[in-house]
């Protein structure tokens, strides 16, 4: 399955002669920060004389995984991500969602017995994949399956700046219930 990304690589906004899709494997999603001049670079070397349409690979001596670089149209100069991703996003998403509850949940409730309230802190760093909605229904599906949920789950983006934390249940009340102090329905780093 192909995800693709709104966001863009950045460095090469304005560069190259057309909007391309740089395709990479799942694998390769925490590594590609890792290298974006070399990824750059790999890209503006292959850019020219490339068709319409045509899709050529792309190989790195020093990274540990190939690329796709595909010419979408001439029109603007952008690169956009897209990952190869294996399985089902939606079922993968919800399995790692519930083995989280699975790992965390058994361990909040010893703690809370004493009068402490259990939070859990679910991050993101999939915006490709996932969205507070979206994750909001697959906690939902695996707080029905729990005895002992938290008091409070909040969700953080990290992939985006300013990163982003959501309250989706305080106690009995769940996302849109919960009272938010600025009236947004979220918080942001650095601002309430």
Avoid at 91 to 99: A, K, L, Q, T
Avoid at 136 to 146: D, G, M, P, S
Avoid at 163 to 191: A, F, I, S
Wanted: hydrophobic share 35%; aromatic share 8%.
């Amino acid at each position: 399955m192909r995800q693709s990304s709104d966001a863009c690589f950045r460095p090469l906004d304005g560069q190259l002669p057309g909007t391309f899709v740089l395709t990479f494997p799942e694998k390769a999603r925490g590594k590609f920060a890792t290298a974006p001049e070399e990824i750059a670079q790999l890209v503006l070397d292959a850019v020219d004389g490339l068709a319409v349409g045509e899709t050529i690979p792309l190989h790195s001596d020093t990274l540990a995984f190939d690329m796709q670089l595909h010419c979408r149209h001439k029109d603007h100069s952008r690169l956009v991500l897209v990952t190869e991703i294996g399985g089902d996003p939606i079922e993968r998403r919800d399995e790692r969602i519930r083995r989280a509850f699975e790992d965390k949940c058994p361990k909040l409730a010893t703690w809370s017995t004493d009068g402490y309230t259990s939070v859990l802190v679910l991050q993101s760093d999939d915006i490709q994949n996932s969205n507070v909605g979206i994750i909001f229904q697959t906690v939902k599906r695996a707080l029905a399956e729990r005895a002992d949920p938290p008091a409070i789950i909040v969700l953080v983006e990290t992939e985006v700046t300013p990163m982003y934390g959501w309250v989706l249940k305080e106690n009995e009340r769940l996302r849109d219930d919960v009272p938010q102090p600025n009236g947004l329905g979220y918080y942001t780093e650095g601002g309430f």
